[in-house]
């Protein structure tokens, strides 16, 4: 099924395991508040690989012969990952440190929906269920976007991030506020 597509999977599979190693990382806050340089230097080559990982995605995903609602979870799939990233790295080109760190916990969640799928899918057969393609669409969705739900809930019942309306870059506070 991947011979003709080798080189796509290789890019996939190098550069996803560079996020995958080095993502638990840079979530050592004594570690990143101590030493920022390395933190920024390890984020740059964290999203170097993901580049490489989303290229080799993307050359898997337009050369599949796989059903389209397979083609079309895993493009999803590709697109949360992407989108969680590019704004927890707008966040923090524009300073706020805190909305980045919000990102990346959740783009994280969304880099491990690969491992999750691998997991579900042999359970979900050995649990009675034929391997289907609306099986396998099913898990690819759910691989991303329960692990995401599961990390917002239990980040905001935690206290960890506060439901607050943040302003827009540049807005100009009301007269008078402090």
Do not use: D, K, N
Request: hydrophobic residues 55%.
């Amino acid at each position: 099924m991947f011979m003709m597509r080798r080189s796509w999977l290789w890019m996939h599979l190098a550069g996803g395991l560079t996020t995958v190693l080095l993502g638990p990382v840079q979530f050592f806050t004594q570690w990143r508040h101590r030493y920022p340089r390395p933190h920024r230097l390890v984020g740059r080559l964290y999203l170097s690989g993901l580049l490489v990982a989303a290229t080799g995605a993307v050359g898997l995903i337009a050369s599949s012969p796989a059903p389209f609602a397979i083609r079309l979870a895993f493009s999803a799939t590709a697109l949360a990952w992407l989108t969680t990233a590019l704004t927890g790295l707008v966040a923090i080109r524009r300073g706020a440190v805190e909305r980045h760190r919000r990102w990346m916990v959740r783009h994280y969640a969304v880099t491990l929906a690969p491992i999750l799928f691998r997991l579900s899918l042999p359970l979900a057969i050995a649990g009675g269920l034929a391997p289907s393609p609306a099986l396998i669409a099913t898990l690819l969705w759910c691989s991303w976007v329960v692990p995401l739900l599961a990390c917002e809930t239990v980040c905001r019942l935690a206290g960890l991030w506060r439901a607050t309306r943040v302003p827009p870059p540049g807005a100009v506070p009301l007269a008078g506020a402090r």
